[in-house]
């Protein structure tokens, strides 16, 4: 049984509108199926159900072979980014708006709060491309790259790959300076720095539709922010400015970008000279879902393991706390439906129960996770998170302050607003973070 099966199977149930959505039966001789299967928590429920135990008369009935399977797999707790579409929830809207700006060739770059699902939408988005054979896309994790001459080959190659599996051009053969006629790196080149951007313009001449670069954790190429080595940091940055002058002068190749710091291309200056990444892209801020996204959600999740969330105030209760951050969302209802026993199905995660989560202090749950989410923010945003608790103070004076900092610069808390702790009016919207401040 190969992994890669699961997809397929996603797949066509996926496309078929007379089965149900979130359940499969797969039979099998692979005695390593139903481990397989477990290891796919969030995507599908599917019951692996082996073939030689049928046909010797020892399998257990099909009810609990399901109970079996729903019961031991926990689809909410999964803190990786989702990469099947069937485990991925909302966002349709910036999807859509996104996906367009692409094919024009307009570069986006996506922002916000930590396990927001950033990742998840890049990968929602390089799927959809995916199902267009002519489209062309390049992917790079910079947190995965130690040297900015990994990152140039890393979109080199990737380019040349992609642009040999194109209808038709299984067989090009461009002449580069930075790589080999197999397309990959030439090891008698030092730097490619000097050549790469011109074997990127030759690439690009083979293709028909906008070429896309996907950069995850691109933060990381502000030098001043950055992890890498200070001189890698400078030469990664210096590489994105070289891209953006492929990404200006023509209609083939557009950047799409996430991560948690936008100062890339939100500040003019860099150590006191212009930046020219400074708006090189659309700036798209990824705030937490929306009520209706969250509890389509966390239904669809429960109803792949015999939970059910079925009242409105189960729904509003989450919302209120968490304001649609799907990790932290996620959390609470592991939790609570934590409290099953084997036989509960279907279980039925009441007021009671779902309170309960709420306020646990379970190691790795909501109450940590939600303080995880606003030490990351303070640390990318230091200036806005210490107004952020002045505006939440218990002490009148601070609070008092927090206003008259505010008259002076309304747009002081731009970030706050931007990615989700607090509504326009600033009024607290992941309330589990905003509690976090007195910590």
């Given at each position: 049984?190969?992994?890669?099966?699961?997809s397929?199977?996603?797949?066509?149930?996926?496309?078929?509108m007379?089965?149900?959505?979130?359940?499969?039966?797969?039979?099998?001789?692979?005695s390593?199926?139903?481990n397989?299967?477990?290891?796919?928590?969030?995507?599908?429920a599917?019951?692996?159900v082996?073939l030689?135990?049928?046909?010797?008369?020892?399998?257990?009935?099909?009810?609990?072979?399901?109970?079996?399977?729903?019961?031991?797999?926990d689809h909410?707790?999964?803190?990786?980014?989702?990469?099947e579409?069937?485990?991925?929830?909302?966002r349709?809207?910036?999807?859509?708006?996104?996906?367009?700006?692409?094919?024009?060739?307009?570069?986006v770059?996506?922002?916000?709060?930590?396990?927001?699902?950033?990742?998840?939408?890049?990968n929602?988005?390089?799927?959809?491309?995916?199902?267009?054979?002519?489209?062309v896309?390049?992917?790079?994790?910079?947190?995965?790259?130690?040297?900015?001459?990994?990152?140039?080959?890393?979109?080199?190659?990737?380019?040349?790959?992609?642009?040999?599996?194109?209808?038709?051009?299984?067989?090009v053969?461009p002449?580069?300076?930075?790589?080999?006629?197999?397309?990959?790196?030439?090891t008698?080149?030092?730097?490619?720095?000097?050549?790469w951007?011109?074997?990127?313009?030759?690439?690009?001449?083979?293709?028909?539709?906008?070429?896309?670069?996907?950069?995850?954790?691109?933060?990381?190429?502000?030098p001043?922010r950055?992890?890498?080595?200070?001189?890698e940091?400078?030469s990664l940055?210096?590489?994105?400015?070289?891209?953006?002058?492929?990404?200006?002068?023509?209609?083939?190749?557009?950047?799409?970008?996430?991560?948690?710091?936008?100062?890339?291309?939100?500040?003019?200056?860099?150590?006191?000279?212009?930046?020219l990444?400074?708006?090189?892209?659309r700036?798209?801020?990824?705030?937490?879902?929306?009520?209706?996204e969250?509890?389509?959600?966390?239904?669809?999740?429960g109803?792949r393991?015999?939970?059910?969330i079925?009242?409105?105030?189960?729904?509003?209760?989450?919302?209120?706390?968490?304001g649609?951050?799907?990790?932290?969302?996620?959390?609470?209802?592991?939790?609570?439906?934590?409290?099953?026993?084997?036989d509960?199905?279907p279980?039925?995660?009441?007021?009671?129960?779902?309170?309960?989560?709420?306020t646990?202090?379970?190691?790795?749950?909501?109450?940590?996770?939600?303080?995880d989410?606003?030490?990351?923010?303070?640390?990318?945003?230091?200036?806005?998170s210490?107004?952020?608790?002045?505006?939440?103070?218990?002490d009148?004076?601070?609070?008092?302050?927090?206003?008259?900092?505010?008259?002076?610069?309304?747009?002081?808390?731009?970030h706050?607003?931007?990615?989700?702790?607090?509504?326009p009016?600033l009024?607290?919207?992941?309330?589990?973070?905003?509690?976090?401040?007195?910590?």
């Amino acid at each position: 049984m190969h992994p890669r099966a699961l997809s397929v199977i996603q797949d066509r149930v996926r496309r078929d509108m007379r089965v149900e959505p979130d359940l499969a039966i797969l039979i099998s001789r692979d005695s390593n199926a139903r481990n397989i299967v477990r290891r796919r928590a969030g995507e599908m429920a599917i019951i692996a159900v082996n073939l030689d135990e049928i046909g010797a008369g020892d399998s257990p009935l099909l009810h609990t072979l399901i109970a079996q399977s729903v019961a031991t797999v926990d689809h909410f707790d999964v803190a990786i980014p989702v990469r099947e579409p069937s485990g991925f929830y909302g966002r349709q809207a910036e999807i859509e708006t996104i996906a367009n700006d692409l094919k024009r060739a307009v570069s986006v770059g996506v922002f916000g709060l930590r396990k927001a699902g950033k990742t998840s939408l890049l990968n929602a988005l390089d799927t959809l491309r995916s199902n267009d054979e002519r489209n062309v896309t390049v992917r790079v994790d910079v947190s995965e790259i130690i040297t900015a001459e990994q990152f140039r080959s890393t979109v080199l190659e990737g380019l040349w790959e992609q642009v040999r599996s194109l209808p038709g051009k299984e067989n090009v053969q461009p002449r580069l300076r930075s790589l080999t006629r197999q397309g990959t790196r030439r090891t008698d080149l030092v730097d490619s720095a000097t050549s790469w951007i011109q074997d990127l313009r030759v690439l690009l001449e083979y293709v028909e539709t906008p070429a896309v670069l996907i950069v995850d954790e691109i933060d990381q190429a502000f030098p001043s922010r950055s992890n890498l080595d200070a001189d890698e940091a400078q030469s990664l940055f210096r590489s994105l400015v070289q891209l953006r002058s492929v990404i200006q002068e023509q209609e083939h190749f557009a950047l799409l970008c996430a991560g948690v710091d936008p100062a890339l291309f939100e500040r003019p200056l860099v150590d006191g000279k212009d930046n020219l990444l400074y708006k090189l892209v659309r700036l798209v801020w990824l705030a937490p879902m929306t009520r209706d996204e969250i509890a389509e959600m966390v239904r669809s999740l429960g109803k792949r393991m015999g939970v059910r969330i079925r009242g409105h105030h189960e729904i509003d209760a989450l919302y209120a706390r968490y304001g649609g951050h799907p990790l932290l969302t996620r959390k609470a209802c592991s939790i609570a439906a934590s409290e099953r026993k084997p036989d509960d199905l279907p279980f039925h995660i009441t007021t009671e129960v779902l309170e309960k989560a709420m306020t646990s202090r379970i190691y790795g749950g909501p109450h940590y996770q939600a303080a995880d989410v606003l030490e990351s923010f303070t640390e990318w945003f230091p200036d806005e998170s210490a107004l952020l608790r002045l505006h939440f103070s218990h002490d009148s004076d601070e609070r008092d302050l927090a206003a008259l900092l505010l008259r002076d610069n309304p747009n002081a808390m731009v970030h706050c607003i931007a990615y989700g702790l607090c509504y326009p009016d600033l009024t607290a919207r992941i309330t589990a973070a905003i509690e976090s401040l007195d910590r």
